[in-house]
């Protein structure tokens, strides 16, 4: 069954530090996975998905299918990045249906 | 931004009382989804849409019925709305079902049940 896992619930950071934010997936499969990130109260944006490798926001995240992570990082946070961040997965099976994880709340402290 | 809209963007009603949300599209995409997001779940696939009239059960449709009589409007109807339905609903949707493609989100419906 698929599974995406992001173990912290809420994670602050002091502006100008690095950020990492997790997320580990079950899938028997070989999977595409997504960032979106919802600011307060907003919809979901797609912050970044790992087949098109690309930097939104000075965000990136690299498909690691050994430990079946998609951890997202940046090297230095702002203020403005405190948003609420999910990783989905979407599998093979059919019609792109997505499984996301429970979230991760990031606050970026002055 | 896609073209998705939902209506309302608020309702309080009872429990007891039927309920319908639209999700309206302007991008003529195939794939239509409804989820509800709560905390500590994250967001989960209540049902979707391959199609005018195609439509299949995710994974808490329980409770929950949905139709889509044209491409862009894909109606989420609570039957008779309980308290535990109390939520924020989006409606996303999807150009194709091929690898990679991602969602686009509507702005949400938040719903009290009282």
């Known amino acids: 069954a698929q599974r995406v896992t992001q173990p912290e619930k809420l994670l602050s950071v002091f502006k100008g530090a690095p950020v990492e934010l997790k997320c580990n997936y079950s899938y028997s499969g070989s999977p595409e996975l997504f960032w979106y990130v919802q600011y307060s109260r907003q919809r979901l944006q797609l912050l970044l998905r790992h087949i098109s490798r690309e930097s939104i926001k000075g965000f990136t995240a690299d498909l690691n299918k050994g430990e079946t992570s998609f951890h997202l990082k940046k090297p230095f946070a702002q203020e403005e990045d405190s948003a609420m961040y999910y990783c989905a997965l979407s599998g093979q099976d059919n019609f792109n249906k997505f499984y996301f994880g429970s979230g991760t709340k990031l606050n970026v402290k002055p | 931004d896609a073209g998705i809209t939902q209506s309302p963007r608020h309702k309080v009603t009872e429990t007891g009382t039927p309920v319908t949300l639209r999700c309206h599209q302007t991008?003529?995409?195939?794939?239509m989804y409804w989820y509800r997001q709560d905390p500590g779940h994250g967001l989960r696939l209540i049902h979707y849409s391959y199609g005018v009239k195609d439509t299949d059960k995710g994974e808490v449709s329980d409770g929950y019925s949905v139709s889509r009589s044209k491409t862009e409007d894909f109606l989420l109807t609570l039957e008779s709305a309980t308290s535990s339905q109390t939520s924020v609903y989006f409606c996303a949707i999807s150009e194709s079902d091929r690898e990679g493609q991602p969602q686009h989100f509507g702005d949400g419906t938040r719903l009290s049940i009282l």
């Open positions: 991008e003529n995409h195939r794939y």
